[in-house]
Every structure is written in C-alpha cells, then in structure tokens.
C-alpha cells in the first residue's frame, strides 16, 4: 500500500479567459481579488476543482459564481504548473478560454471583489497587476485568438 502522507499537496485549478470586443477593441473579463493571496490583483475568474467535478464543470461554476457570466462552451487552453506559481501549496491550473459577442456586465461575487471588462493590450501593459501567472496565461489566449481569426 500506500500512504497519503507521503505526497506534498497539490491543488488543482480551472482559470476562464472570456475575451469580447467592445468599441472595436479586443476585451477580457478580469476579476478583482477580494482575499489573499494577491488581493486587490486582477486575475482570470477561476478557482479550485472540487473532489468530484469535472474539470470543464468547474471552469464554468467558477464563471459564473465569480462574475455572474454563464457561456455555452469552453476550449481549453493548456495547464500552467509552474512550482511557484502560488504561495499556499504547489497549484496546476487548467486554463479555458472563449469568445463571447455581446458580454453582458459582469457582477463580482464569491471570493471576487468586483468583476471587470477592460483592453486586453491595456491588461497586458500591466504585468504587476495580475494575481500569479494570470498575464502569461492571458498573453497566451490571445496569441490563441488571433491564431483562430488569422484569414487562411
């Protein structure tokens, strides 16, 4: 057999890009931490998978609790698994994206102390306003997305 203890922990997480356009400009749906670590920081709404939860599943409840924002679908973008990527243990998060027309105003709840749709350039300008990892992963969304409009 084996013992649990043997194992450091290890948390999983699902953080969600919900990119739109407004006035022309490519926007992202940011969140506000409204508890540490990195309170005050933009981040990707997300949070951490339950037990017994599907990971996609778990993308789409941390949406909408966080911002109030429910999508059909999800694609997902990759796993970002760096070992100091958060404080409290050593954390995988799977991150998903989606393009959504005309995005309703997000309302922040949950552990979110306001929701926000702002300029993906202007976001990206402000690497020390994110939470973690969240403006790499976001840099790598819309590399994503400009792959998926690029004209053949």
Known sequence: GYDPSDYPPFGMTVDVAVLT??????????????QDPWKGHWALPGGFV??????????????HEETGIRV????????????????????????????????????????AADALVIPIDHALSRPERFASDHHLILGDVRDRYMEHTQAP
Not at 21 to 34: D, T
Not at 87 to 110: C, E, H, K, N
């Open 21 to 34: 356009r407004r006035e022309g400009a490519l926007h992202v749906l940011l969140i506000e931490r409204g």
């Open 50 to 63: 339950d037990i017994d939860e599907d990971l996609t599943d778990a993308a789409l409840r941390e949406l």
């Open 72 to 111: 059909d679908r999800l694609e997902q973008l990759g796993a970002y698994g760096r070992p100091d990527r958060d404080p409290r243990m050593r954390i995988v998060s799977v991150a998903y994206w989606t393009f959504v027309d005309d995005l309703p105003a997000p309302q922040g709840g949950d552990d």
